[in-house]
T-cell receptor, first 110, second 114 residues
Framework: SQQGEEDPQALSIQEGENATMNCSYK?????LQWYRQNSGRGLVHLILIRSNEREKHSGRLRVTLDTSKKSSSLLITASRAADTASYFC??????????WGAGTKLIIKP | GAGVSQSPSNKVTEKGKDVELRCDPI?????LYWYRQSLGQGLEFLIYFQGNSAPDKSGLPSDRFSAERTGGSVSTLTIQRTQQEDSAVYLC????????????FGPGTRLLVL
């Protein structure tokens, strides 16, 4: 069963704007990962952030982790049409099993 | 190999038939995972293989589902007596050493049970 909660479920923004997606969870984690899925490239890993890290960057992507609030966010800056995809957070539990959220569907309007 | 590959890419079968789905992980990756994804949904964990250890089968939805991994590389997921609710995309992933690391996904097999 999925125990991560992502919001919003869907997000539609204009090209060039920033997009923020959030992920919350209930139990402790070892790390939290963000993945992107679109029809062209399938499911692709974006960023892994460990429980002792607070922020990571990769290009136009910024991930934050607040373990006290049990939440993470993914920020995409200066969005492009190619960023249109579903974004999933997946956290590792104490057994290092990856627990997946239901995803946020992001649409970038030209 | 360059990435995780899966075959077939699409499979249409009749209710009650058995199907076999194949996954070739990235060469050298010891961990292999199978997931199921229904339309518009997240990933449902099915089974995890780690080296020569006994697999974690805790996600298999029924005893009609089984999987094996031969020689620590190629894996096959078998669904016996398929039902319409088995229709989904079946995704395979591998990671270098252990679960909890970055996973690299194959393109998936889209299964349709009529």
């Amino acid at each position: 069963s999925q125990q991560g909660e992502e919001d919003p479920q869907a997000l539609s923004i204009q090209e060039g704007e920033n997009a923020t997606m959030n992920c919350s969870y209930k139990t402790s984690i070892n790390n939290l990962q963000w993945y992107r899925q679109n029809s062209g490239r399938g499911l692709v890993h974006l960023i892994l952030i460990r429980s002792n890290e607070r922020e990571k960057h990769s290009g136009r992507l910024r991930v934050t982790l607040d373990t006290s609030k049990k939440s993470s966010s993914l920020l995409i800056t200066a969005s492009r049409a190619a960023d249109t995809a579903s974004y999933f957070c997946a956290r590792t539990d104490s057994n290092y099993q990856l627990i997946w959220g239901a995803g946020t569907k992001l649409i970038i309007k030209p | 190999g360059a990435g995780v590959s899966q075959s077939p890419s699409n499979k249409v079968t009749e209710k009650g038939k058995d199907v076999e789905l194949r996954c070739d992980p990235i060469s050298g990756h010891t961990a292999l995972y199978w997931y199921r994804q229904s339309l518009g949904q997240g990933l449902e964990f099915l089974i995890y293989f780690q080296g020569n250890s006994a697999p974690d089968k805790s996600g298999l939805p029924s005893d009609r589902f089984s999987a094996e991994r031969t020689g620590g590389s190629v894996s096959t997921l078998t669904i016996q007596r398929t039902q319409q609710e088995d229709s989904a995309v079946y995704l395979c992933a591998s990671s270098l050493l252990v679960r909890g690391e970055t996973q690299y996904f194959g393109p998936g097999t889209r299964l349709l049970v009529l």
